[in-house]
């Protein structure tokens, strides 16, 4: 137990399907963790009383009270103002299409101090500071999951431009190639992205591919094809599966060289729920197909899979506080 809980501090990963929250050192040393399901009707307001309650789980855990938290910080999806702690545009997060004062609203409830940042960048913070990316000074994370978001480090700082860079996922690897979520053509994600990759895999069905991926989903009661889901699929041989992870992973090697080329990082992070699933199982066809396209690639950026697990976008956003 730390003197007075004072130097403990809270971090929140606000998901669409679930909300981690943990209490934590500085350093990352966990003291307790909790997790709930992210609402799924309702509000901003009532994610955010979801958000608190997983939080006080975690400090009933770790032995100390919100209030005594040295503050709380948080990663959220849509666009998050480390300013004003608004967000806005959460679209994943229900009735969130607008604006909502999450940082105050938590503060209140919480009697903590709340920085809220944006969920990719403080994941990518925490490999960073704490994980797969601690002995590097550059890095681009690169979060693979139902989109493919990314971060950015530059010279041990965060480099958010004017706010929203970071997004690899959209960086164009076929000129008007396959649609991507966002509406245009030929982005990375249209190609590797879980959601667009269960699309094309429907669609290729629906022409007469044979697959099991759709038996499997139904028979392990899930909505949509999981990172699980594929990971079954690919254990089995199932030939189309086998040929959409191909394709994505060329997709995820052209547009990540072609950043490197830009920004000449020391590392990579390979992260979200499909990179970390399969970020070591395809780490060397990954390799492979940035080695095509990388410019100088007698001497490639440190390619490897986030370290910090499950916990990672929470622990993460604790490292706002105090910041
Ligand atoms: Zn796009």
Not at 110 to 137: P, S
Not at 260 to 275: K, Q
Request: net charge negative; hydrophobic share 40%; aromatic share 4%.
């Amino acid at each position: 137990m730390a003197s007075g809980g004072d130097r403990l501090r809270g971090g929140i990963d606000l998901g669409g399907t679930k909300i981690q929250t943990v209490v934590v050192e500085a350093d990352g040393t966990l003291h307790g963790e909790a997790r709930q399901p992210t609402p799924t009707s309702g509000g901003p307001a009532d994610v955010a009383r979801a958000m608190e309650d997983a939080l006080r789980e975690a400090a009933t855990a770790a032995e100390v009270r919100p209030e005594e938290l040295a503050g709380v910080g948080v990663g959220s999806p849509g666009d998050a103002d480390g300013a004003t702690g608004i967000v806005s545009g959460a679209r994943n997060l229900p009735g969130w299409e607008g604006s909502f004062p999450l940082g105050e609203a938590l503060a209140k409830a919480l009697g903590a101090e709340v920085r809220v940042g944006n969920d990719v960048q403080v994941a990518v913070e925490g490999e960073y500071a704490l994980g797969a990316g601690k002995q590097h000074d550059s890095l681009l994370g690169v979060w693979w999951g139902t989109g493919v978001g990314g971060g950015i480090i530059l010279g041990g700082k965060p480099w958010l431009g004017r706010g929203a860079a970071g997004e690899i996922g959209h960086i164009v690897v076929e000129r008007d190639g396959a649609r991507c979520p966002c509406g245009r053509r030929g982005c990375m994600e249209a190609y590797a992205g879980r959601a667009a990759m269960e699309g094309e895999a429907r669609h290729r069905q629906e022409k007469g591919h044979k697959t099991d991926l759709f038996k499997l989903m139904e028979k392990h009661g899930k909505p949509r094809l999981t990172s699980g889901i594929w990971e079954r699929a690919l254990d089995h041989g199932d030939d189309l599966a086998g040929k959409l992870i191909e394709r994505a992973i060329e997709a995820l090697g052209t547009g990540v060289a072609s950043a490197c080329n830009v920004l000449d990082v020391e590392a990579v992070v390979i992260g979200g729920g499909l990179g970390v699933r399969f970020g070591d199982r395809y780490m060397d066809a990954l390799k492979a197909e940035m080695d095509k396209h990388l410019f100088v690639n007698e001497r490639p950026p440190a390619v490897r899979v986030a370290s910090l697990g499950d916990l990672g976008g929470a622990i993460g956003a604790s490292l706002l506080v105090g910041r």
